[in-house]
């Protein structure tokens, strides 16, 4: 099957979900929002670092309709059972019963005071790896936050409609993340990476040459971020940013730092600060020269600053895994590889690897057979094409 034609059929299956579950009429639209890998950057968002994410030709659809009251329902393609509510139960946070729909329901409470005080009806589904690494959660609030801008006729900007999502899962959800997500989702332009400088929200985009492909790595690890060990990063992080602003120069994120700062601040920035510090401050040194290889259109020194920033990651910010390093450990030591790197926060989902245009063939099976002996587990590989942003597509 074709991706095209994949696409169709999973935007029929959406439908037919939707006319079986609410019946249909003809009056329901359909839109899509992309999902993303970021080339390099990890975990710099949420430190007021630059990143470089690309977004996707996989992400999330949703079918809805406007209701004429204030009921919601929402459907998956992948889950038999809804989750249902009404616009004055959903609260200022998410609750246990919410699952997988408190993403959209963020979006509803941070578009509240724009929107007429009626619920909808909604399928959601797609054909991005959930929990994978891919902003499968950001792609679910962008499609519906731009769904309901476009069915209300509120006229925000996508960068508006991003930070709205942004709000919905740093806040509703309750995951203390960076921007990256919702902007690379929001904003994405095909054949382009976003350089998305996250301590203003400025961003600028960077066109891709032809001289390599994207191809993901999914481990099949699932992972959960809205608590534990990443928020853990996050406050480790802070408390850098604390010691750093007491023992060498006040700045006003943790990115902002150079290799001399953290020199100067040795005696007391010290075990999982410095890591975290060093990582993030030398993260930056690569988005810099990721940006250049794009433009040079050098797709080995982009390489090389992807596994430098996967080594970085594994050894100073700890956010890697057994099945991460084992895959990435072997794309790069096949040819036509030029570089590695696991992507999003790490503790499982996927890895990305650039290699040579056409090389797909070449590179996998080897790949897949290094990762089935050590795991008993079968990878997924999938060669990406750079998407646009979010759309109505039916």
């Given at each position: 099957?074709?991706?095209?034609?994949?696409?169709?059929?999973?935007?029929?299956?959406?439908?037919?979900?939707?006319?079986?579950?609410?019946?249909?009429?003809?009056?329901?639209?359909?839109?899509?929002?992309?999902?993303?890998?970021n080339l390099v950057g990890a975990h710099l968002d949420y430190n007021g670092g630059?990143?470089?994410?690309?977004?996707?030709?996989?992400?999330?659809?949703?079918?809805?309709?406007?209701?004429?009251?204030?009921?919601?329902?929402?459907?998956?393609?992948?889950?038999?059972?809804?989750?249902?509510?009404?616009?004055?139960?959903?609260?200022?946070?998410?609750?246990?019963?919410?699952?997988?729909?408190?993403?959209?329901?963020?979006?509803?409470?941070?578009?509240?005071?724009?929107?007429?005080?009626?619920?909808?009806?909604?399928?959601?589904?797609?054909?991005?790896?959930?929990?994978?690494?891919?902003?499968?959660?950001?792609?679910?609030?962008?499609?519906?936050?731009?769904?309901?801008?476009?069915?209300?006729?509120?006229?925000?900007?996508?960068?508006?409609?991003?930070?709205?999502?942004?709000?919905?899962?740093?806040?509703?959800?309750?995951?203390?993340?960076?921007?990256?997500?919702?902007?690379?989702?929001?904003?994405g332009r095909a054949g382009h990476a976003l350089w998305l400088h996250c301590a203003?929200?400025?961003?600028?985009?960077?066109?891709?040459?032809?001289?390599?492909?994207?191809?993901?790595?999914?481990?099949?690890?699932?992972?959960?971020?809205?608590?534990?060990?990443?928020?853990?990063?996050?406050?480790?992080?802070?408390?850098?940013?604390?010691?750093?602003?007491?023992?060498?120069?006040?700045?006003?994120?943790?990115?902002?730092?150079?290799?001399?700062?953290?020199?100067?601040?040795?005696?007391?920035?010290?075990?999982?600060?410095?890591?975290?510090?060093?990582?993030?401050?030398?993260?930056?040194?690569?988005?810099?020269?990721?940006?250049?290889?794009?433009?040079?259109?050098?797709?080995?020194?982009?390489?090389?600053?992807?596994s430098s920033s996967n080594r970085s990651t594994a050894v100073d910010y700890e956010?890697?895994?057994?099945?991460?390093?084992?895959?990435?450990?072997?794309?790069?030591?096949?040819?036509?590889?030029?570089?590695?790197?696991?992507?999003?926060?790490?503790?499982?989902?996927?890895?990305?690897?650039?290699?040579?245009?056409?090389?797909?063939?070449?590179?996998?099976?080897?790949?897949?057979?290094?990762?089935?002996?050590?795991?008993?587990?079968?990878?997924?590989?999938?060669?990406?094409?750079?998407?646009?942003?979010?759309?109505?597509?039916?």
């Amino acid at each position: 099957m074709t991706e095209r034609a994949a696409q169709s059929a999973l935007v029929a299956s959406l439908l037919a979900r939707f006319a079986s579950e609410f019946g249909g009429s003809r009056q329901e639209a359909v839109f899509f929002a992309p999902g993303r890998v970021n080339l390099v950057g990890a975990h710099l968002d949420y430190n007021g670092g630059d990143v470089l994410p690309v977004t996707v030709d996989l992400g999330v659809y949703l079918a809805i309709r406007p209701r004429d009251d204030d009921r919601l329902r929402l459907r998956s393609v992948d889950q038999r059972d809804g989750i249902d509510a009404r616009l004055g139960e959903l609260g200022d946070a998410r609750r246990p019963e919410h699952g997988w729909a408190a993403y959209p329901f963020g979006v509803v409470r941070g578009l509240a005071e724009r929107l007429p005080e009626r619920g909808f009806d909604a399928v959601y589904g797609g054909d991005l790896p959930m929990a994978s690494g891919m902003s499968s959660s950001a792609a679910i609030e962008v499609v519906t936050a731009y769904a309901l801008d476009r069915l209300h006729g509120l006229g925000l900007e996508n960068r508006e409609l991003a930070l709205i999502c942004h709000g919905a899962e740093s806040r509703y959800v309750g995951v203390q993340c960076g921007i990256m997500d919702q902007f690379a989702s929001a904003l994405g332009r095909a054949g382009h990476a976003l350089w998305l400088h996250c301590a203003d929200a400025s961003f600028e985009y960077v066109e891709i040459h032809a001289g390599f492909q994207v191809l993901v790595l999914d481990t099949k690890k699932t992972r959960t971020l809205a608590g534990g060990a990443f928020n853990q990063r996050v406050a480790e992080c802070g408390e850098a940013l604390a010691i750093l602003r007491m023992h060498a120069r006040s700045l006003p994120t943790l990115a902002a730092y150079n290799e001399a700062d953290l020199a100067h601040a040795a005696p007391w920035l010290a075990g999982v600060h410095l890591k975290r510090a060093r990582h993030v401050v030398s993260e930056m040194q690569r988005v810099a020269r990721g940006v250049a290889a794009l433009r040079a259109g050098d797709s080995r020194a982009l390489g090389a600053a992807l596994s430098s920033s996967n080594r970085s990651t594994a050894v100073d910010y700890e956010v890697s895994c057994a099945e991460l390093d084992a895959i990435t450990t072997a794309a790069c030591a096949q040819p036509g590889v030029f570089g590695a790197r696991l992507t999003g926060a790490g503790f499982g989902g996927c890895a990305i690897a650039l290699i040579e245009p056409g090389s797909a063939e070449r590179v996998i099976p080897p790949v897949r057979d290094d990762f089935v002996r050590r795991f008993g587990v079968e990878p997924g590989f999938r060669v990406l094409t750079a998407g646009g942003g979010p759309r109505r597509v039916g």
